[in-house]
């Protein structure tokens, strides 16, 4: 079992804008930071945006900031990535991912991966 599922994912065009769930299976990482991650084809997979347990504490890498935002919600045990103004060079695969260590672990790897979600920005 795959413990974070993403879905969401899909072809748009640029300046469009597309929202990317998260949501946890079997548990609910309970005192996690959560975020997001992508991979480009021939690039390494980099941060793109983490929240912490408390929902106080947002990072985002500079080259989406002002464009993207996180959230998450308790009840639903899904976290969220609101995608606005996509630009080609935002091809990826989406991950999600959880680090019980918190946010800033979390900029750099992860205790647990969803399987990731394909977005694909045409120009």
């Known amino acids: 079992q795959v413990p974070l599922v993403e879905s969401g994912g899909g072809l748009v065009q640029a300046g469009g804008s597309l929202r990317l769930s998260c949501a946890a299976s079997?548990?609910?990482?309970?005192?996690?930071?959560m975020g997001w991650h992508r991979q480009a084809p021939g690039k390494e997979r980099e941060f793109v945006a983490t929240?912490?347990?408390?929902?106080?504490?947002?990072n985002y890498r500079d080259s989406v900031k002002g464009r993207f935002t996180i959230s998450r919600d308790y009840a639903k045990n899904t976290v969220y990535l609101q995608m606005n103004s996509l630009k080609p060079e935002d091809t990826a695969v989406y991950y999600c991912?959880?680090?019980?260590?918190?946010?800033?672990?979390?900029?750099?790897?992860?205790?647990?991966w969803g399987q990731g979600t394909q977005v694909t920005v045409s120009s």
């Open positions: 079997g548990r609910t990482f309970s005192g996690y930071a």
């Open positions: 929240i912490s347990w408390s929902g106080d504490i947002l």
């Open positions: 991912a959880a680090d019980k260590r918190g946010s800033v672990a979390l900029t750099r790897g992860g205790d647990y």
